[in-house]
């Protein structure tokens, strides 16, 4: 921050308050509900569980939180194999280690982005040949954008292997009329700082089945049996979501819609600044679908006449703080003994994506003084390049 006066950033994704946050943390102050559960926690779920039309939203300390448990109440365990769409944040995959099990990774498709129904299908055909089905499948709705859930979920049915629906960047988005995140048996959003809405950190586990939400709250509060002692036959988690912060994500809920809207307004104006430029192309959005639009996410091509990284260099130059689309989970030192499907035998759509994509600044609260400065910016490094190369 040195030669910068920090207000001249521009962030990826920051915070945005709704302004009434406070009303709530207040009231929990005043109460003294300064504990992992508490009215607000109460609220909160129900909430979000009527906003995604679930019968059941489990608050927990963050989006990571939601899928280990999404995994434990599967009885993931040593041994088994997970499938897991490889374009994502790591979080996606971590529980799966957690749990000691083997995680698959599934290339995306060019439509979305994300779990190519296609090599998901020839995961799925290989490992019922020889006769180890995954556990689950975590299929990721990457920057917004839902997956192609109806194929995603028919297969998975047929094989009768559960979904779980990693919609961390994806509340408020739907799929054909239908909220992101409810497609699986179980689906789970976050609520970190540079998500849609935030409550500083948190997560959610929204499910329609009833017994595995209880078991959820259970697992998450220590598997404490019902006795007055502490009695505990099972092995859990400390893993509830305060009442303060869930205080912070009531509110945040609120403005949820408009974030939304804001978003997607950002969205238009990357759209309309830079649409001009050849060899920029944005993320597509799925027909019948709805993205949140959480990151604006654009291509980098040849006819560009600069790379992905140059244009992350020049933005970083002006004090701009852009990222490579997520560097694919199979590519990772962490995984690099995992398997992984391709969309097709030639085709690596993932790595294509890494190589060349970009996310742009997002946030609801980016001002279109700072957008512009954005747009031009890559306006003044794609022309410079056009110029120099003849
Ligand atoms: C943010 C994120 C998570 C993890 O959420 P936390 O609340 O930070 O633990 C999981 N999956 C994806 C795709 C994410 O973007």
């Not at 088994?80 to 498709?109: H, M, R």
């Not at 009531?250 to 408009?258: A, C, G, I, N, Y």
Request: hydrophobic share 40%; aromatic share 8%; net charge neutral.
């Amino acid at each position: 921050m040195s030669q910068f006066e920090s207000s001249d950033r521009i962030y990826l994704s920051p915070p945005h308050m709704s302004g009434n946050e406070m009303k709530y943390v207040t009231e929990a102050f005043q109460t003294n509900w300064i504990a992992p559960l508490g009215p607000n926690v109460d609220a909160f779920e129900k909430e979000i569980a009527e906003k995604v039309g679930v019968n059941d939203a489990v608050a927990v300390s963050s989006g990571t939180a939601a899928i280990h448990l999404a995994l434990s109440l599967l009885g993931v365990g040593k041994g088994d194999k997970v499938f897991c769409s490889t374009l994502t944040f790591v979080a996606s995959a971590n529980p799966i280690l957690y749990q000691g099990a083997e995680p698959v990774f599934i290339d995306s498709e060019p439509d979305t982005w994300n779990m190519s129904p296609k090599a998901l299908q020839r995961a799925l055909q290989e490992s019922f040949a020889k006769g180890n089905l995954p556990k689950a499948v975590i299929v990721v709705n990457l920057y917004g954008q839902s997956a192609k859930m109806d194929e995603i979920v028919s297969l998975c049915n047929m094989y009768r292997v559960p979904v779980i629906e990693d919609a961390a960047e994806s509340l408020g988005s739907s799929y054909k009329g239908i909220p992101s995140g409810t497609f699986g048996i179980m689906g789970i959003y976050s609520f970190n700082g540079n998500k849609i809405i935030t409550t500083s950190g948190g997560g959610m586990l929204v499910t329609n089945n009833k017994e595995l939400a209880v078991k959820a709250r259970f697992l998450a509060a220590q598997a404490r049996d019902n006795a007055i002692h502490y009695q505990h036959s099972q092995m859990g988690y400390n893993y509830r979501l305060s009442n303060i912060l869930a205080g912070i994500g009531r509110s945040q809920l609120e403005v949820l819609d408009k974030r939304v809207l804001e978003r997607r307004e950002v969205f238009k104006r990357y759209v309309k600044g830079l649409h001009n430029i050849d060899g920029i192309s944005f993320m597509p959005e799925l027909t019948n679908s709805i993205s949140n639009r959480w990151l604006t996410a654009v291509l980098v091509s040849e006819e560009a006449g600069v790379t992905s990284s140059q244009v992350i260099t020049a933005l970083a130059q002006e004090n701009i703080e852009a990222r490579p689309v997520w560097k694919p989970l199979h590519l990772q030192p962490l995984f690099k003994n995992c398997k992984y499907f391709r969309h097709s035998e030639t085709i690596d759509v993932a790595t294509e994506f890494f190589q060349r994509g970009i996310c742009l600044p997002s946030g609801s609260n980016l001002t279109i003084e700072d957008q512009d400065r954005v747009i031009n910016c890559i306006k003044q490094i794609t022309n410079k390049s056009l110029v120099m190369g003849g």
